[in-house]
């Protein structure tokens, strides 16, 4: 009688460590936007941090191009459970754009042009954990994945990467953005599985 055994070539994706609980594997890239795409032209972008103090510090799109761009390899997470491995992003760090803002609070709200919001503890998108993304796999970031420029924040779920990024503002208290208003995690940590109230 053959002894047939399953289960030792690690298919199951509840033992893929690289996959957070819940989540599946997808190759393709869905679009997941709450409204329309907005017509975001280069030549108009501008992205600012406004600080406690109200200072607003910005860039446009040439001040934004010209820091440094770091290319990101990594797995990215979406709380309606597709997970896509190895994604290939080029961005500047959010480090790089904190370089000069000096602030005492501990949180940000991140508003998209279209009048999108997700919040964040300030920590969370600092220490190399955070980018505005200008492409995705080699190629100027499409519109509806949040041309021309995006936020990148890869250990949260997706909704917290806002899309069309318009700006940072600081904030002392942590308040709910758009989805968070509408029943998701106030941090949203795909290893946690912190996906609605
Ligand atoms: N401005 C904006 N950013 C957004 C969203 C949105 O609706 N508007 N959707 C979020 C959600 S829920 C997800 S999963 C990702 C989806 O990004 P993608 O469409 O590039 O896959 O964008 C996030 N950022
Ligand atoms: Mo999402």
Redesign the pocket.
């Given at each position: 009688m053959a002894v047939i055994s399953r289960g030792f070539t690690g298919r199951s994706r509840e033992h893929n460590p690289q996959l957070p609980p819940g989540q599946y594997l997808t190759t393709d890239?869905?679009?997941?936007?709450?409204?329309p795409t907005p017509d975001v032209k280069t030549a108009d972008w501008q992205f600012g941090i406004r600080t406690d103090d109200a200072t607003l510090h910005t860039w446009n799109w040439d001040e934004l191009n010209a820091l440094p761009i770091e290319t990101i390899d990594t797995d990215i997470h979406?709380?309606?459970r597709w997970s896509k491995f190895g994604t290939r992003w080029r961005g500047v760090s959010i480090d790089t754009l904190f370089a000069d803002v000096s602030t005492t609070d501990r949180y940000v709200m991140a508003h998209?042009y279209?009048g999108?919001t997700?919040n964040l503890p300030l920590a969370d998108i600092l220490g190399g954990k955070a980018w505005i993304a200008l492409e995705f796999d080699g190629q100027p970031l499409d519109a509806?994945?949040?041309g021309p420029a995006?936020l990148l924040i890869p250990h949260l779920?997706?909704?917290k990467?806002?899309?069309?990024i318009h700006s940072i503002e600081m904030m002392p208290t942590d308040e709910p953005g758009f989805?968070e208003q509408n029943g998701y995690n106030m941090y949203g940590d795909p290893w946690l599985e912190q996906r609605y109230w």
């Open positions: 890239f869905p679009v997941l936007s709450a409204g979406c709380v309606t998209s279209g999108y997700t509806e994945h949040g995006r779920y997706f909704w990467s806002a899309k069309w989805w």
